[in-house]
């Protein structure tokens, strides 16, 4: 047998098992079932899954990148939520996002192109046809609309400002989409305001966009929460 023949399904073992870890830990985490303080190290989470330590150290690497743990010098630790910051971050999303419609009704100089919010259109109506699974994952899919949007309104330097916030609260907005049905709700408010800003109806495009995200923010803020009581609850039980 081949080296390459021997590696191809050692790595592939390796990433479904690292998905595995990731999973878990990150539905234990946005649940609140890991306590603050608590220690994941390699070795226990290793020895918990019954696995090696190459694609425990992956799946906790990208907890990290998630925003879910952060680094300590023994390991990885739950990340504690701040309300404040959320807010206030979300509030300069809400500002960011608004205002690539508010230039293009300010401006009768500035059009959306159309092109891109029609491929935009097309895609989600494939997600409304067949939708996605129900799971945090989606913040991804999500994201790609909302820079979509704003990057069709012309101005680079508020979509390099978006993606930053984004980059910021995406730990925090996948709890947007463990809701039952936020999947579904979801894609049917993205068509709404792409049909919207396709009809050249500007103002009424704003009004679904700010109220799309403000829902969004209800969500999070309300599961966050739990999570910080069920996570602070379990912290004092140890």
């Not at 919207?196 to 995200?213: E, G, M």
């Not at 009581?229 to 140890?238: D, H, K, P, Q």
Request: contains cysteine; glycine residues 6%; charged residues 25%.
């Amino acid at each position: 047998m081949s080296t390459a023949s021997r590696t191809a399904p050692s790595t592939a073992v390796n990433a479904n098992l690292c998905e595995l870890v990731y999973s878990t830990l990150r539905s234990e985490l946005m649940n609140g079932e890991i306590p603050f303080g608590h220690r994941l190290t390699e070795p226990k989470v290793a020895g918990r899954f019954r696995i090696s330590r190459t694609p425990v150290r992956e799946a906790l690497t990208r907890l990290c990148a998630d925003g879910l743990v952060q680094r300590e010098e023994f390991g990885y630790s739950p990340v504690r939520p701040s309300i404040p910051l959320i807010r206030d971050l979300y509030e300069l999303r809400i500002t960011l996002e608004l205002a690539g419609i508010q230039r293009a009704i300010g401006n009768p100089g500035v059009t959306h192109d159309r092109e891109l919010l029609e491929s935009e259109y097309r895609r989600w109506k494939d997600l409304e046809a067949d939708p996605p699974p129900q799971e945090p994952g989606f913040v991804a899919t999500d994201e790609e609309f909302h820079v979509a949007l704003l990057t069709a309104a012309g101005n680079a330097e508020m979509v390099r400002a978006l993606r930053g916030v984004n980059a910021r609260i995406r730990h925090v907005r996948m709890y947007d989409f463990i809701v039952n049905n936020r999947v579904e709700v979801t894609i049917a408010e993205h068509l709404a305001i792409l049909e919207a800003v396709l009809a050249d109806r500007l103002p009424l495009a704003l009004s679904l966009l700010h109220k799309h995200i403000g829902e969004s923010l209800d969500v999070v803020l309300d599961r966050v929460s739990r999570a910080i009581v069920a996570m602070s609850l379990a912290t004092g039980s140890e």
